[in-house]
């Protein structure tokens, strides 16, 4: 079995979506789930494009042990040196040069001729290598660049000290045929025979990024970039849970491994989706809702009778049914403490990142009271309850809610708050009682954001369901995304607002940056 090494992104090219920004608190919070999750590199971000960025990525060089930690650089030395202090104190740090391959981006983007970019990658896996000896070299765009100057292109970054050769499919364009063939290609003219690993960085514009990452994995690639949920730049990048399960369902196939906790996926896959409030899809591979759920009567029968009849992987494997089950309004602390473990979470506090003692208090007072109201309490509604319960000092916490709505009145809430100053109760109207109520905590802390997304979705099935309240907002041009969880789905979403404002007012929204090409 060879190893396959994966290469997280989602921190990076995952955060490129349109409509994310993570704050720190959310992105260390992942890269710690990310290290969990067992992957090999987690990129953690691109330190020149913003104080921010240098700042998170150098926090996680110093909290999150076990992955190798990388920064992305242009080319340019500004870049490197600053991604090379930001990644100071990794156990394992990787600096990822990058550049353009193809004669379009060459061109108009960076105006330079290829001779001249071959020279700058040159000089920049040179300086990379001055700070660490993990250099990652990547040049855009490969599939729509002419293949014979992409073998000079890497082959000279290879000669000046890369590696790891990434061969980015950046606009998704290439069929898995062609891309393996240029893995092929890279495998047999530049690497045979060096101790240089070959990568793949897929993104999804046809649908194609998984399969194109698993061609590149046939013929020669030993690291796969990926993110959770494929999130990323556009349509995503190939998404990590579908190509660790089909290398792990297919090994008879691929002859290879990965290092992941496949058990974490689940997870980790609902964590990045609420933070980020990038929906899964239902039909989703590995993740989705439906994806272990039998709805035909023929397929029903054959799953009772034997799994595999239409199984080919079980949900255990991936986190999807952990060993809690139903817990109720009588559970005792105790089990409360045992279902959380036995969904992975760590609850004794010593551990790097585990919840403490006062965490698991807080949760289990939310806990009775959800149980109080909804009455049986899956695993789904436990992850969503610590989930909910982590990040966030709170300035503002709702004491009470009340709304009037209906078909020939307008919609009011009235909202008590807990603030240091006391409680403070405000009320409002709005188009609907989601509005109102979020109108009148805007009253009530004087800050009043604009809502940009909203989506709600049910944790749970059943009309006792949880829901969860996504909202995004923007507040002086920054992002913010607040997340409300109740069985009411207007106190979700006032609790979504509150969460919203709170993180306002802590200083944790987050301006995204964004850079030119490649700086001259
Ligand atoms: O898609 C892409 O080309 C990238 C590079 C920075 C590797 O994200
Ligand atoms: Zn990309």
Request: aromatic share 4%; hydrophobic share 40%.
């Amino acid at each position: 079995m060879r190893r396959v090494r994966i290469f997280d992104t989602t921190l990076r090219d995952g955060e490129q979506s349109p409509g994310v920004a993570l704050n720190h608190a959310q992105k260390i919070e992942i890269a710690h789930a990310l290290a969990r999750l067992g992957v090999d590199v987690i990129e953690a971000g691109f330190p020149i494009t913003s104080d921010g960025d240098f700042e998170c990525v150098r926090r996680i060089s110093r909290e999150v042990r076990g992955p190798t930690i990388c920064g992305l650089a242009r080319t340019a030395r500004a870049d490197i040196e600053r991604a090379a202090q930001a990644l100071e104190s990794a156990a394992r740090s990787r600096i990822h040069v990058f550049t353009s391959a193809s004669t379009i981006q060459i061109e108009h983007m960076l105006r330079k001729t290829p001779e001249q970019v071959i020279e700058a990658s040159v000089n920049a896996v040179r300086l990379a290598r001055e700070y660490t000896d993990d250099v990652e070299f990547s040049g855009q765009d490969v599939m729509r660049a002419d293949f014979d100057f992409v073998i000079r292109l890497y082959r000279a970054a290879i000669e000046a000290g890369a590696t790891v050769v990434n061969i980015p499919d950046t606009v998704g364009y290439g069929t898995p045929q062609e891309y393996g063939a240029l893995i092929a290609r890279v495998r047999d003219e530049i690497v045979a025979g060096r101790d240089v690993a070959i990568s793949t960085h897929c993104h999804d514009d046809l649908g194609m990024a998984v399969a194109n990452s698993l061609a590149a994995v046939e013929n020669g690639a030993t690291q796969i970039e990926c993110t959770v949920n494929g999130i990323g730049e556009r349509a995503g990048n190939t998404a990590l849970e579908e190509v660790v399960m089909a290398i792990h369902t297919r090994r008879d196939h691929y002859r290879a491994e990965t290092g992941i906790h496949t058990r974490e996926l689940f997870r980790v896959s609902r964590l990045v989706s609420r933070l980020t409030g990038m929906p899964v899809q239902p039909n989703k591979a590995v993740v989705g809702d439906n994806a272990f759920a039998h709805e035909s009567g023929i397929h029903q029968d054959g799953v009772l009778k034997h799994k595999e009849t239409y199984e080919i992987m079980n949900a255990e494997l991936v986190g999807r049914e952990a060993a809690v089950m139903v817990m109720g309004k009588h559970s005792g602390r105790a089990a409360f403490r045992k279902a959380l473990a036995d969904l992975g979470y760590v609850t004794d506090g010593a551990a790097d990142h585990g919840l403490n003692d006062d965490a698991v208090n807080v949760l289990f007072a939310r806990f009775k009271e959800l149980a109080d109201r909804k009455g049986q309490i899956y695993a789904d509604d436990l992850r969503a309850l610590v989930e909910a319960g982590s990040e966030v000092q709170q300035t503002f916490a709702l004491d009470s809610l009340q709304v009037l709505s209906g078909t020939h009145v307008t919609p009011t809430a009235t909202v008590r708050l807990v603030t240091p100053d006391g409680t403070k109760e405000a009320a409002a109207t709005g188009d609907g009682p989601v509005a109102a109520a979020m109108n009148a905590i805007s009253a009530a802390t004087g800050i009043t954001p604009e809502l940009e997304t909203y989506r709600l979705q049910s944790v749970t099935r059943g009309s006792e369901a949880l829901g969860e309240v996504s909202a995004g907002v923007r507040y002086k041009g920054v992002t913010v995304m607040g997340i409300g969880l109740a069985t009411d789905v207007v106190e979700a979403s006032a609790r979504a607002w509150l969460h919203a404002v709170n993180q306002i007012v802590a200083g944790q929204a987050r301006v995204k940056s964004t850079v030119t090409a490649e700086t001259p």
